[in-house]
């Protein structure tokens, strides 16, 4: 029951937080990207107090130290909760990620999102998108921007395995070091889940793959590494 109502609670907070990011984050929508992205940190680490405050959700990252500290990179991560979507905005300095177009609809966070530099992908659109997604991530990379990408494109529940859609192959070669990257936050904040369990959600930040590699085999060597840590991580988790 206990679990239930700190749940709530931190739902509660969660949507009263974020909109009043959405109210405040309005007049960054006409200023300089990283007025908004400040912002945006600023919100990420409000989430992840909440967590911690009120559902017991500790918080573990290794591997930071692999992140350049100025500079572009792209970083591949498997995508188990909303809060993959959250933490790469406190973890980086100018965090790009690669969204789906339709979010860019909602009233509000697409206005921020966009002004953040997000780029939406519009999977029908077939090879116009991935062209699309291929000159946007050169434009952000060229900005010193860390491009955040969930190769599975949606979000996935522990131990599964979705394939990798196009996207991330587009970008491999073109934008480099490439960080694999992989979390186990399904366990505690799940898939569309009203509960949020206590314990650690652990994120790992994997030392970059070798520059020079064909594109194909960049691509094969990060999935590789990408879920070869999912399940260890996951085989570790720490749900109380």
Same mark, same amino acid.
């Given at each position: ?26 007049p ?10 400040? +912002? ?10 909440l967590?911690g ?7 573990r +990252? ?8 100025? &500079? *572009?990179?792209?970083i ?19 965090p790009?990620y +690669? ?16 002004? %953040?530099?997000?780029? *939406? ?5 077939? %090879?116009?998108?991935? #062209?699309?997604?291929?000159?946007a991530?050169?434009a952000?990379?060229a ?7 969930? $190769?599975?494109?949606?979000r996935a529940?522990?131990?599964?395995a979705?394939?990798?859609?196009p996207? +991330? ?10 960080? $694999?990257?992989a979390t ?5 904040? &799940? #898939?569309? %889940?009203?509960?949020?369990? *206590? ?9 970059p793959?070798p520059k020079g590699?064909p #594109?194909v085999?960049?691509?094969r060597?990060l999935? %590789? ?11 570790l988790?720490?749900?109380?």
């Amino acid at each position: 029951m206990l679990i239930w109502v700190r749940s709530a609670m931190f739902n509660l907070a969660f949507f009263v937080m974020t909109g009043g990011l959405i109210l405040i984050g309005l007049p960054y929508r006409f200023g300089r990207k990283e007025s908004t992205l400040r +912002v945006m940190s600023l919100w990420a680490r409000g989430v992840i107090w909440l967590m911690g405050a009120i559902c017991g959700i500790r918080l573990r +990252v290794t591997g930071v130290e692999h992140i350049p500290k100025d &500079g *572009p990179c792209l970083i591949a991560c498997n995508h188990q909760s909303a809060f993959d979507t959250i933490v790469w905005l406190m973890l980086l300095p100018r965090p790009i990620y +690669v969204i789906k177009a339709e979010l860019l609809k909602i009233p509000g966070y697409g206005g921020m999102a966009k002004q %953040a530099g997000s780029i *939406p992908v519009d999977r029908a659109a077939g %090879a116009s998108a991935m #062209r699309g997604l291929l000159r946007a991530g050169q434009a952000r990379a060229a900005e010193g921007g860390q491009i955040v990408i969930f $190769p599975e494109g949606t979000r996935a529940p522990p131990g599964a395995a979705l394939p990798w859609q196009p996207g +991330v192959v587009a970008l491999a070669g073109t934008v480099s070091p490439v960080i $694999p990257a992989a979390t186990d936050s399904g366990q505690l904040w &799940g #898939r569309r %889940a009203f509960r949020k369990l *206590p314990g650690t959600i652990t994120l790992s930040i994997l030392p970059p793959l070798p520059k020079g590699l064909p #594109r194909v085999e960049t691509v094969r060597l990060l999935e %590789a590494r990408v879920r070869e840590e999912a399940t260890r991580l996951e085989a570790l988790a720490e749900v109380r």
